[in-house]
């Protein structure tokens, strides 16, 4: 079997051949040496007026072509021409894969196909070892997903969680240093650029650097190690200081000359520096009602301001020469659209919209009663919960920005801890995919933990799929997935999987609602006893070795008894017993700690207590 492609192909054409010849090679054993040939191409004039990937592929007896319009475009065609031929990727590890043996006369194959959005992506949260994102990064591709996106100016923040082990007393807390984090980003942007994937830079930080603070994390800082700075920064109640002692929280005060200056000169110095960057992201603090209140900034809006910085910021990148696109965040404060500033260069800007404090227990509402914006009150605003309201303020915006844009959402930040079956979050994210379309939003890019797999990767799977082509079946695809991971008794673990979905609250593990409930706490009741009903089924399967070997059964296993724990904690919560809430967290910390290590790819440690604690609210007797 030969892979062949033009000379001088560039480097992702060289890897997709090279992917293709490898699993091909692996699954179809009767071919002989120059039996067969695939030729790859990467040609924009077959799609002349498509700028979503899109590809074709023509496979007959002896050999055939596939064809994208990008070069991404025909290593996803490559991954998506195995999946047809009966590949699955189930989750961000090789070992998770199903590769099967099949004969030379089911390779035939002919259909195209175009994504049905422009940004098809994720971001990096939750704590990551260097595999974790690796391994991360080479699925993507795989499953259809065309961007990455590592936060700050390096992802250190993420890389250093692991690498401490924040969280885990049971594990040993190894040295992880900014340059560290320097050195393994050039690794990822290596493999990000390898397989051609849109690479996405910075976010928060930029209010920190421009105070003098290396900002890669949300670290507290000493306020006086740049007390000559101190003006830049935004003055609350008469006093200009770190936000709760955090750089990367701080506004600054963006009527300040000196403030807005080094900001500039900051993000056009890292556009210089980073040339193979293909969207650069402009934010403020990540904290909210902290605005400066001088008279100056008082007399406008903190979206105001910023429209004027990113037009200072669009004027010194062209004087430099510099296409760099620039990403807008509409969250917090920055919700309420601009009073009277406009951008002056739209085509440079891609307007990111990130509803971070909606409901996930239903999916984007567009129709129904019109909502209008909130007036806004500098610092005395709430944000919106109703999904109507953050879409008010979504069309807010439109009416004064007509270019590119995308969703940035948080299925898989926060509120997936919430829902234990994770049917019930891969159907919200399937529905509200549907509706970006009529939000006018060209793609989804999901700010996430790398690791949320428990009891699978369901979500992460139906996301994916779905971005690439929203006409996927639902239905469709939880059976392709389930079918992959259970084999055939996957109608039984779906069953059990939605039942536990249903009683499950992803509102109430992100801290939306009352913290004492009858409602959750027999919810949680039902929880443990659905978890002991089930086990019979897979004491079955570990008995008599039935699809245990693929790793899915242990994984759902090890949930299973996680959830028992979790759901007993939650119920105590309910129910006002916040002691023995708090001791029947700790045990389930216990048993995720101690179990770390072997499950670490499928659940993030570091972030489910996180949340429980700051969310959830489970307090320590003394904090009670
Ligand atoms: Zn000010």
């Known amino acids: ?101 099949i004969e030379k006369e089911k390779m035939e194959a002919s259909y195209e196909k175009r994504a049905s959005f422009y940004y098809r992506g994720v971001c990096i949260e939750g704590a990551d070892s260097f595999e974790n994102i690796m391994n991360y990064i080479e699925w993507m591709p795989k499953v259809g997903f065309n961007s990455f996106f590592l936060q700050f100016k390096s992802p250190y923040a993420f890389l250093e969680r692991w690498y401490s082990h924040l969280e885990n007393p049971y594990a040993e807390a190894e040295n ?266 060209n793609g989804y890019i999901s700010c996430q933990e790398l690791r949320a797999a428990l009891p699978n990767a369901l979500p992460n799977y139906v996301m994916a799929y779905t971005l690439f082509q929203k006409e996927t079946e639902e239905q469709e695809l939880i059976k392709e997935y389930f079918s992959g991971c259970y084999g055939e008794s996957w109608e039984s673990v779906l069953a059990y999987l939605t039942e536990l979905s249903r009683l499950s609250s992803c509102d109430y593990i992100n801290g939306k609602g009352e913290r004492c409930s009858q409602d959750i706490a027999g919810r949680m009741e039902s929880i443990s006893r659905c978890c002991l009903a089930f086990e019979e089924e897979i004491r079955k399967h570990r008995d008599e070795k039935d699809g245990w070997e693929n790793g899915f059964w242990e994984i759902l296993e090890y949930h299973r008894n996680y959830i028992i724990l979790f759901s007993k904690a939650l119920r105590e919560l309910a129910l006002g017993n916040e002691k023995q809430a708090y001791l029947n967290w700790k045990a389930m910390r216990e048993f995720i700690c101690r179990n770390e290590e072997k499950y670490q790819p499928f659940l993030d440690v570091y972030r489910i207590l996180e949340v429980t604690r700051k969310y959830t609210k489970i307090r320590e007797p003394q904090e009670i």
């Open 176 to 441: 992880y240093t900014p340059e560290d984090a320097q050195s393994d980003m050039k690794h990822f942007e290596r493999e990000i650029k390898k397989r051609g994937l849109m690479l996405h830079k910075a976010g928060h930080g930029w209010t920190g650097e421009a105070l003098g603070y290396q900002t890669v994390s949300w670290n507290v800082e000493s306020a006086e190690k740049n007390g000559q700075l101190t003006h830049r920064m935004a003055m609350l109640n008469g006093k200009r200081d770190l936000y709760g002692g955090v750089p990367a929280n701080t506004n600054l005060c963006y009527s300040n000359a000196d403030a807005i200056e080094t900001f500039v000169n900051l993000v056009v110095d890292y556009a210089k520096e980073n040339p193979d960057m293909d969207y650069l992201h402009v934010w403020l603090a990540d904290e909210y009602n902290n605005l400066c209140e001088c008279d100056d900034c008082s007399r406008t809006t903190l979206s105001d301001q910023y429209v004027e910085l990113l037009n200072e910021i669009d004027k010194r990148l062209t004087e430099e020469g510099l296409d760099t696109h620039i990403v807008f965040l509409l969250y917090q404060e920055l919700l309420w659209p601009p009073v009277v500033k406009r951008l002056h260069h739209p085509e440079r800007f891609v307007l990111m919209f990130a509803p971070i404090s909606r409901t996930f227990e239903k999916s984007y509402e567009l129709g129904g009663i019109k909502t209008s914006i909130p007036v806004f009150k500098r610092n005395h605003n709430t944000l919106p919960t109703s999904l109507s309201e953050n879409i008010a303020f979504l069309r807010g915006w439109q009416k004064i920005f007509k270019g590119e844009s995308f969703v940035y959402d948080y299925p898989l930040g926060r509120a997936h801890y919430g829902d234990f079956g994770y049917v019930h979050i891969a159907r919200v994210i399937y529905s509200d995919i549907q509706k970006l379309e009529q939000m006018g939003l």
């Open 1 to 101: 079997m030969k892979i062949s492609h033009e000379t001088g192909a560039s480097k992702t054409i060289l890897f997709a051949a090279e992917e293709l010849g490898g699993y091909l090679r692996r699954m179809v054993k009767e071919l002989q040496e120059g039996e067969f040939e695939i030729r790859l191409i990467d040609d924009s004039e077959v799609f002349p007026t498509e700028s979503n990937d899109s590809f074709r592929v023509q496979i007959g007896k002896n050999g055939g072509c596939i064809t994208g319009n990008n070069d991404r475009s025909v290593l996803l065609a490559v991954y998506d021409y195995l999946h047809y031929l009966g590949c699955r990727f189930l989750l961000p590890e090789k070992k998770y894969e199903i590769v099967p043996i």
